[in-house]
């Protein structure tokens, strides 16, 4: 027998699955509760790693609009989340700008063209060229290296499915 499966138990199936893989550390991402879970009041750092859920967008430019870090820097070249951001952003502003020093535009950029139409906000860096989970850090820390950006602390901001992984590597 078929049982054809509501969209609400479908919604229902995939707020399961987002709420185990995406942790959160914060109940809310402000100064106060980064005092009152980890002493201090700003991070050094806070990264945003590309993906193709464009609400990450908000969470960065909500903690910007928080001033909860330093510096601000958004991570990620083209992968296989590329177009699926791509195709959500540019029905939302279909006359943003799409110039690259790649062939074709990066998510990092895409995030910060994001920031910029629905926050104006700027960014403090970019990094263009990762293309997976382990590029992704890997090219963060030679980026905090090569700009002279000393931490002890990052906060991590990535796609709910993404964000297990992302800690394992």
């Known amino acids: 027998m078929d049982k054809k499966i509501s969209e609400y138990e479908i919604a229902n199936c995939i707020n399961v699955l987002g709420n185990f893989c995406g942790k959160r550390d914060i109940d809310e991402l402000t100064a106060f509760e980064l005092m009152k879970k980890y002493g201090v009041e700003k991070a ?28 601000y820097v958004i991570v990620g070249g083209r992968g296989h989340t590329t177009a ?11 006359d943003s700008d ?49 700009k002279n950006i000393t931490f002890k602390n990052i906060i991590i901001s990535q796609d709910a499915t993404m964000q297990l992984r992302m800690e394992a590597i």
Do not use: W
């Open 44 to 71: 050094d750092v806070m990264v945003l790693f590309g993906g193709s859920i464009l609400a990450g967008g908000d969470i960065l430019g909500n903690a910007m609009k928080n001033d909860v870090a330093k510096k």
């Open 98 to 146: 799409k110039n690259s020093i790649l062939s074709e535009i990066s998510e990092a950029e895409i995030f910060r063209n994001y920031l910029k139409h629905k926050y104006n906000l700027q960014l403090d860096f970019l990094e263009i060229h990762s293309t997976n989970c382990g590029k992704n850090i890997t090219n963060l820390l030679k980026l905090l290296k090569e």
């Open 84 to 94: 699926s951001l791509e195709e959500q952003f540019y029905k939302l502003y279909p």
